[in-house]
Nanobody
């Protein structure tokens, strides 16, 4: 089993900051990548930011470039998302996702966390 557990969501005023964290645990042989996705009411889930575990290459959605920063801690199997200059349109449930290979599998699989609510409002 592989588990992803997010933390750090909450209510913040426009212009404020929040830091999300996600820890991967369980039967992990290797991590290929981890990232953050979000889903607002009535909208499809979209990719926000991601990071390649080996080398640390990052990518961001255009809507968050320059405001969000993704980082990783390889030793702790943790990925974080620092969200600055938050806007009301950033309001969504944020999910952590990862591509992980288990010791008993020959290929990677995708895993998801349960999500954490981020609300940007006065």
């Amino acid at each position: 089993q592989v588990q992803l557990v997010e933390s750090g969501g909450g209510l913040v005023q426009p212009g404020g900051s929040l830091r999300l964290s996600c820890v991967a645990s369980g039967s992990i042989f290797s991590i290929n990548s981890m990232g953050w996705f979000r889903q607002a009411p009535g909208k499809e889930r979209e990719s926000v930011a991601g990071i390649i575990w080996s080398g640390g290459r990052t990518y961001y959605a255009d809507s968050v470039k320059g405001r969000f920063i993704i980082s990783r801690d390889n030793a702790k199997n943790t990925v974080a998302l620092l969200m600055n200059s938050l806007k009301p349109e950033d309001t969504a449930i944020y999910f952590c996702g990862a591509r992980i290979r288990r010791p008993d599998y020959s290929s990677e699989n995708a895993y998801w966390g349960q999500g954490t609510q981020v609300t940007v409002s006065l």
